[in-house]
Nanobody, 121 residues
């Protein structure tokens, strides 16, 4: 069994910063890509940022230059540093990880429980 536990959400004023963390635990052999999505009320879940196992990153256009994704492979943890937050960043943020639970096994995407980020104007 695999679990992803998120932390770091909250309420912040526009222009402020937050750092989200997501730690994977359980029966993990290897982790490939890790990333973050967000979902605003009434909207579909959208990709925010992704980081591969070798450290390559990709970002949604709306967060480029403001958000930074990173990971600590020794801790099976992915982070999202969010700077210059804007009201339109308000959403529930979900982390994910593509995890194999055995050698040469398939990768499955596991999700965190979600953490609310609210940016006031």
């Amino acid at each position: 069994q695999v679990q992803l536990v998120e932390s770091g959400g909250g309420l912040v004023q526009a222009g402020g910063s937050l750092r989200l963390s997501c730690a994977a635990s359980g029966s993990i052999f290897s982790i490939n890509a890790m990333g973050w999505y967000h979902q605003a009320p009434g909207k579909q879940r959208e990709l925010v940022a992704v980081i591969t196992s070798d450290g390559s990153t990709n970002y949604a256009d709306s967060v480029k230059g403001r958000f930074t994704i990173s990971r600590d492979n020794a801790k099976n943890t992915v982070y999202l540093q969010m700077n210059i937050l804007q009201p339109e960043d308000t959403a529930v943020y979900y982390c994910y990880a593509a995890i194999a639970t055995m050698r040469a096994g398939p990768l499955y995407r596991h999700w965190g429980q979600g953490t609310q980020v609210t940016v006031s104007s």
